[in-house]
């Protein structure tokens, strides 16, 4: 079968490579992969970006995955529609007890937090990038016929914003997203959906066309960052109740706390090693809670398909292109330069 395959930690290495097709073991399903979303961490992984040191190589890259099961001892599952959970938690420890497999470090525990040990497909075992790939049962979600194959693709991304967005309350309020990329656009499909009242996306220079895309999807304003960002926030709306961070700079937080409501909620969603810094009375006064936000549960993916089948949610828009797997390093370099939106890689029909 044809696969995508990272074959080391060089910048931009990257293959089509015939690999052997999986063979499936007791209470696996054998799933022929129509479309993989292209994520930014196999972004990260591609440019050979810091922070992944974690990853073995070879590796099949992509965890946004859709197919359809083709073998399989479960009558229900075959010839179904699904998507893939790239999470494999224990089931054992406190956070799988509680249905928090992205917190799951399989009963471990470390001081450095890092990627979760629960996080396998596209990151420690081979991913979707491929014709087919073997899974458990329990990691495919049946999806509605009213859910398009490319949306299904990019519902594992929309998932990890749904994992920020219930950190705090959106309906009926106003809301300012930092960062206008991929999960940055999936959080504002979200709010939208959920009908927030006042929607604001900021992005820096360079973001024209993603706030574009923005307001596609229904954002009420966009704003360039600048040294002036606080006033120009507070110009459209007097305090937010919520500040979604997507972007990771390390300027958001000391900005957000500015703009929040007392009781306002600041939830970090953009991963990076810088530190920042912000007057702990300002926290302590304004009763800030500051929250973060990392990938997907079982129960967020479901909400997400649910979500999916929905007209209000406008999921349908977040795709800006796709790209037959022949054309992936065209599919990498376009989404590394700052596409309009999620890129998809057609593996299948």
Known sequence: MQAVVKSNDQPYELSVT????????????????????ICGSDLHMYAGHEGYDW??????????????????????LQDRRV???PYVPCGECNYCLRGEGNRCDHNAFFTNKKAPKSLQYGFRQHGGMAEFIAVPEENVVPISDKVSDNVAAVAEAIAVGLTAVEKTAVTGKSVVIFGPGPIGLGVASLLVGMQADNIVMVGVPG?????????ELGVHHTVITSETIVDDLLNINHGYDGVIDCSGHHSVPRNAVKVLKKGGDLVLVGISTN????????????????????????ATFRRTLDYAADEAFPFDKLVSEDYDIASVK??????????AGKIVLKISE
């Open 18 to 37: 015939d690999l052997p097709k999986p063979n499936i073991k007791d209470r696996e399903v054998l799933v022929k992969v129509n479309r993989v979303g």
């Open 275 to 298: 530190t920042f810094s912000i007057e702990m009375d300002q926290i302590v006064r304004g009763e800030i809670q500051i929250k973060g936000s990392y990938g997907i549960t079982g």
């Open 207 to 215: 973001d024209e066309m993603r706030l574009e895309k923005a307001k």
């Open 83 to 85: 998507v893939i959970n």
């Open 55 to 76: 990853i073995s190589y070879p590796l099949v890259l992509g965890h946004e995955i859709t197919g359809t099961v083709i073998e399989t001892s479960n009558q229900a």
């Open 330 to 339: 065209q599919a990498f370099d376009g989404a590394l330069n700052k596409a």
